[in-house]
């Protein structure tokens, strides 16, 4: 998986991926689910350019997730549904990942309770300095992911708020744990708790 700056052009969608989880379940192609969100306004976005736009992150996301994993998304309660969206995102995304591992993570894992500005903005220092990719985004892009980092934080309910980036550590059910570990998703039950399963 190749560093993207995509995330700049997405929200959480969560409420739009829990809508798209039955065409999901159904097999219903990329291609035939765009058509559907756009006649029935599925996503409520009045541009048909967009909503064919979150279809396919939608899908792209739903992608990473076992059968299981799918099911728990749409039945849990949201708490837990937020936390296996967010894998999701993670997931299917290469650099959100990294920003995780090496920036939430380790803050939890050094024991501080906020998410400094300082370091995330050493995160993408590094990422610049070691990847072409990443070093060709423009300043506005780099801008804009960490405030779509922070944002999804928010949303899944893992940091406060944007001024303080308090940082709230997940509670995850030991099921839904037993169950991330035994689909190969440890890393990411890791990355979210600070604490190594291995």
Known sequence: MEYSAGMVS??????????????????????DMRKIAVEQNLYQVRAQDRCRRITGVVYKRLDTLTPEL????????????????LISIMK?????????????????????KNLEDADIKNFFDEKIAQSEEVAQFSE???????????KFLIE???????????????????????TLKQSGYGTYLSTLTGIDYE
């Open 10 to 31: 997405c929200l959480f969608w969560f409420n739009e991926t829990l809508n798209t989880i039955p065409y999901y379940l159904d097999k219903t192609s990329v291609s």
């Open 70 to 85: 799918i099911a728990e998304l749409r039945d849990s309660d949201i708490n837990t549904a937020h936390i296996i969206h």
């Open 92 to 112: 299917s995304d290469l650099l959100f990942f990294e920003f995780m591992n090496l920036c939430f993570k380790k803050t939890i894992q050094l024991g501080k």
């Open 140 to 150: 506005s892009a780099i801008y804009k992911l960490k405030q779509t980092y922070v």
């Open 156 to 178: 899944a309910g893992l940091v406060e708020n944007a001024q303080t980036k308090k940082i709230l550590i997940p509670y995850i059910d030991y099921r839904l744990q037993d």
